[in-house]
């Protein structure tokens, strides 16, 4: 981002509301979905929600697989239902929409009733997590058919489709927006890895051949910058996550054209620590990302997509592309 050495606007006047998909957020931030289906996840779900609610800022949670296919945990979830998050998403992932085997439970609008509930949920997220499928060892393998399912769904509820780290490319997103859905979350490479935490996984239980896949693909995926540029013309709000970890990280993001910045591995460690913990990572991301905005001369967050940037470094050959 270009330094603006006389900002000529007060730290104090500078304005990060927003809204997103109709909900006001106090900051353009999005805890993306990570936890849920086993006992000790109710705590994590806990303090990112209350934090969450306090800050003013937008939440998921991971899977809700476990709660609605096999009623697992399903308080893990629940408490997030009992904070004044102001946005909140369900969320279930695409291989579940299709049987992966011959007589699978499939995950279908009541299901997706019963996630979207549990959590009083405003949006469905559905997950994209092919990378990861593969180097798990029982990964799903089947995906045909998933763009039409999650079409059916987006004409039911309000559905954002999100990435899980290899992030979205403009075709993908042309072919879901087609399909009526509302929202993305690009999540690109530079954060979180599945195919690195697959890899160890799979080396825990001596699955040779996963293990060597999880390395070969460790970077696998489009940037998140670049899957930034390559989603948000299409003029649907989109997230910018994959990395984010600081409110400079957000700010960038959200120059290149994002609604919001979400971040998932940035308030993991703090999640499971304490609601403190977490309210102060939370704040402090606000705060660097009002810092950024000062520096840039950026009052609001419509004025910060248009402060000038340039882009160097890995991302210069996807662009020349
Ligand atoms: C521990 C953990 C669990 C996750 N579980 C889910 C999940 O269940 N559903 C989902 O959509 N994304 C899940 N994610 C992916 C994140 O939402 C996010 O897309 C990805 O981690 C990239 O963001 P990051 O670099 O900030 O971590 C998970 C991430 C982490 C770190």
Not at 82 to 88: A, N
Request: charged share 25%; aromatic share 6%; with cysteine.
């Amino acid at each position: 981002m270009v330094h603006r050495a006389i900002p000529e606007i007060d730290f104090e006047e500078i304005d990060v509301r927003t809204t997103f998909l109709g909900h006001a957020l106090r900051a353009p931030l999005l805890i993306t979905g990570m936890t849920g289906g086993f006992p000790d996840a109710a705590k994590i779900n806990e303090n990112l929600a209350r934090a969450a609610a306090d800050v003013g800022v937008a939440m998921g949670v991971g899977s809700e697989r476990a709660a609605v296919v096999k009623g697992q945990y399903p308080e893990s979830y629940a408490c997030v239902a009992r904070y004044p998050v102001p946005l909140k998403l369900a969320n279930i992932g695409a291989p579940q929409l299709i049987p992966q085997n011959p007589g699978d439970p499939v995950v279908g609008p009541e299901e997706v009733r019963r996630a979207m509930e549990l959590i009083h949920a405003d949006v469905l997220a559905i997950h994209l997590n092919f990378l990861q499928e593969m180097v798990q060892p029982e990964g799903d393998r089947r995906a045909k058919g998933c763009l039409d399912r999650i079409g059916t769904l987006a004409h039911k509820f309000p559905v954002l489709v999100k990435e899980t780290g290899a992030g979205l490319s403009r075709a993908v997103a042309e072919a879901l927006r087609d399909r009526g859905v509302r929202a993305f979350d690009v999540s690109g490479t530079g954060g979180t890895s599945f195919a690195a935490v697959e890899y160890y996984r799979a080396v825990d239980r001596g699955a040779d051949r996963e293990a060597r896949v999880g390395k070969t693909f460790w970077d696998w995926g489009i940037p998140s910058p670049i899957s930034v540029l390559e989603v948000a013309p299409l003029g649907l709000p989109v997230v910018a996550s994959g990395g984010i970890r600081s409110g400079l990280d957000a700010a960038r993001a959200i120059a290149l054209g994002a609604s919001a910045a979400g971040t998932a591995g940035g308030v993991l460690r703090a999640a499971a620590t304490s609601y403190e913990e977490t309210r102060r990572e939370l704040e402090t991301i606000v705060h660097e990302l009002k810092v950024a905005m000062f520096l840039t001369g950026a009052k609001t967050v419509a004025e910060l997509q248009k402060v000038p940037y340039v882009i160097g470094g890995e991302s210069r050959p996807w662009i020349r592309r």
